[in-house]
């Protein structure tokens, strides 16, 4: 099932039922370095990175403090890495009997990541595709890694040159330039305080779950009954979590307060209850994804309960969202094809007669196969009362529909 979400990827990955290893599984720096640097592809606001398992590889894994473990999504890998030693299992949300996933879990593997040695890491496998992650992002995913890398090491995140770089934790002065915030980490997560400021005037403190695998800005869980929804919003579809498709609404706050900084104005997702209810497994207000934290170099430093931010090149960049009303995904072997899964009723797309299943084959007479779909998103969040010529495939033809651009928020 493709994800359904322009620019959001929330996954809540937990095993609260079992443990994968006796031992501590970690990441380690080799050898005598003070520092690694990992190249990263930032692509519809995941971090993704290439690392082997057992001496096979490369393969592409999005980086998701947001996940507890680390998971194998792409059922093919069970062969291609050679893994003798499997259990199966059942992966579930707070041990919830409602979409219950069937797994492996492996013994120890071999996870190389360059400068990096792995210590008793294991994974969960699952044992079909339930996610689409390659047709959200319109390239080959494998898995996810999420606490495990984190755990030992201090990670500094830099989205303006695209690098991870990790080092010893007890290299303080290599952080001095970040504003220092407290964290706590909770069942491997790590998750902050912050103050909202609501539409209605309502200033809450709340906490937050920080999130690299999750696309959008913000999102407010406790806030999905109509009535507490700021006045102008959206129907739409949050993505895919671990206990099915993710409902509710998107709008926007008037500000969110992290340590000294105040951001303004952003988009943030308000989730329905009854797509979260059996998901979560600490209590809070939200998840803060990379929508905002790109806007910061961050640096992840869990054995100090902290992290670091310091203003990014696009710190001010004002948030939009897609102003098109079309949700899509990637199709094909070569993720060249991009296929609309959804179209929000009302919306420009809806006006000028798109439907599910049609295919967009051009955009302003330029081919979708030279594009990416993270270009895409950005056409179509590009500007208001803007005007594209798209190509359509509908009905075994091709037909040629001018798309005015509305910002719905």
């Known amino acids: 099932m493709p994800y359904k979400a322009i620019f959001r990827c929330v996954l809540w990955l937990v095993l609260p039922c079992f443990t994968l290893a006796a031992q501590a599984q970690y990441f380690d720096i080799t050898s005598h370095k003070k520092r690694v640097s990992i190249p990263f592809h930032l692509v519809r606001n995941l971090v993704i990175i290439q690392l082997k398992i057992n001496d096979k590889g490369p393969f592409n894994f999005i980086m998701d403090t947001g ?8 059922p093919a890998l069970i062969d291609s890495v050679n893994i003798p030693s499997k259990r199966t299992i059942k992966l579930t949300g707070a041990c919830s009997e409602r979409n219950d996933y069937d797994a492996y879990v492996t013994g120890i593997l071999k996870v190389d990541i360059p400068g990096l040695t792995s210590y008793n890491v294991s994974a969960a496998i699952l044992k079909a595709d339930h996610f689409g992650l390659s047709n959200f992002v319109g390239m080959p995913i494998h898995g996810l890694l999420g606490y495990d890398f984190f755990s030992n090491l201090a990670v500094k995140v830099d989205f ?10 007890k290299d303080e002065r290599l952080f001095n330039k970040g504003d220092r915030i407290p964290i706590t980490i909770e069942k491997g997560k790590p998750y902050v305080e912050a103050t909202l400021h609501l539409p209605d005037g309502t200033v809450k403190e709340s906490k937050l779950v920080i999130d690299l695998g999750a696309g959008h800005p913000l999102s407010l869980e406790n806030l999905s009954e109509t009535r507490d929804l700021p006045k102008k919003c959206i129907a739409a579809n949050l993505g895919i979590g671990f206990n099915g498709p993710i409902s509710g609404f998107i709008s926007r706050i008037n500000e969110i307060d992290i340590g000294k900084y105040d951001i303004k104005n952003l988009i943030s997702s308000f989730p329905k209850d009854d797509s979260l209810k059996t998901a979560i497994e600490t209590k809070r207000d939200g998840n803060l994804g990379i929508g905002l934290l790109k806007r910061f170099v961050v640096v992840f430093d869990y054995s100090a309960n902290a992290i670091y931010l310091k203003r990014g090149p696009h710190y001010k960049d004002p948030f939009e969202h897609d102003m098109s009303g079309l949700e899509y995904y990637a199709a094909g072997d070569d993720f060249k094809r991009i296929i609309i899964s959804r179209v929000e009723p009302g919306s420009a797309g809806d006006r000028v007669g798109l439907e599910k299943d049609d295919e967009i084959v ?23 009362d803007r005007s594209l010529l798209l190509g359509i495939y509908h009905d075994k033809r091709v037909d040629q529909v001018i798309i005015t651009l509305k910002r719905r928020i």
């Open 67 to 74: 996940a507890g473990l680390m998971v194998i999504t792409d």
């Open 160 to 169: 303006s040159d695209s690098t991870i770089t990790v080092y010893r934790p």
């Open 362 to 384: 051009s955009i302003n007479l330029k081919p979708i196969a030279d594009m990416s779909l993270e270009q895409v998103d950005d056409i179509f969040k590009s500007q208001d």
